[in-house]
């Protein structure tokens, strides 16, 4: 058991028998009434944020989660499978647990959050940044530069990432895995 004031971002709580994250929290203290904190919620299952406001000293169900590293190793019908980077252990995670999976190519880790008392894997979570290479763009046009403009270009992975006119088929990009962005251009 833990009370509102233990609340800190990335903490996992049991509320009616879901899990949730808590993405960010806020203590208020008004001038008139009591303190109360109001906090953003993602629900593990479904990705939705919830708003919820809390009296301040409630206590709330704390669920123990423990980070754990895995290597991707290949897709399948039943989902995408992963190796256990110390145990070699292998399990399968669905794509809806998986954010950013467009971004996902065999080989790399990720870290997946496991419920510690039941062994099951909640959510997975690839690094922020992951390096890509391009295999299909338009080629930009010399002197078309005068603008920040962007043009859609396919990565390794399949997954269509906007990315400035300079960049050619065959080069290498960082992107963000959280919202799909362009981030820079990899030297080889």
């Known amino acids: 058991m833990a009370t509102t004031a233990d609340f800190r971002n990335g903490m996992c709580l049991d509320i009616d028998g879901q899990y949730f994250f ?30 919820k406001t809390w009296n301040s000293g409630v206590k709330v169900e704390e669920v123990r989660i423990e980070r754990r ?3 991707f190793l ?3 019908d039943m989902g995408y499978n992963f190796m256990h980077t110390e145990t070699f252990e292998q399990i399968t995670i669905p794509g809806e647990g998986i954010e950013g999976v467009q971004f996902l190519k065999e080989g790399d880790t990720v870290e997946a959050m496991v419920h510690a008392q039941s062994e099951t894997v909640l959510t997975c979570e690839l690094p922020p940044h ?6 299909y763009t338009e080629p930009g046009i010399k002197g078309d530069t005068a603008t920040n403009a962007l043009k ?20 290498l990009i960082e992107v963000d895995t959280r919202d799909g962005s362009y981030v820079s251009r990899v030297k080889e």
């Not at 992951?130 to 295999?135: F, Q």
């Not at 859609?152 to 080069?171: D, H, K, Q």
């Open 22 to 51: 808590i993405v960010e929290f806020l203590h208020v203290k008004p001038g008139k009434g009591p303190a109360f904190v109001r906090t953003k919620l993602r629900n593990v299952a479904t990705g939705r944020i919830l708003d």
């Open 69 to 71: 590293p895995y290597q």
């Open 74 to 76: 290949y897709k399948d």
């Open 130 to 135: 992951v390096v890509l290479r391009v295999t």
């Open 152 to 171: 859609p270009a396919t990565v390794e992975t399949g997954a269509e990432v906007r990315v400035p006119l300079f960049i050619n088929e065959g080069e």
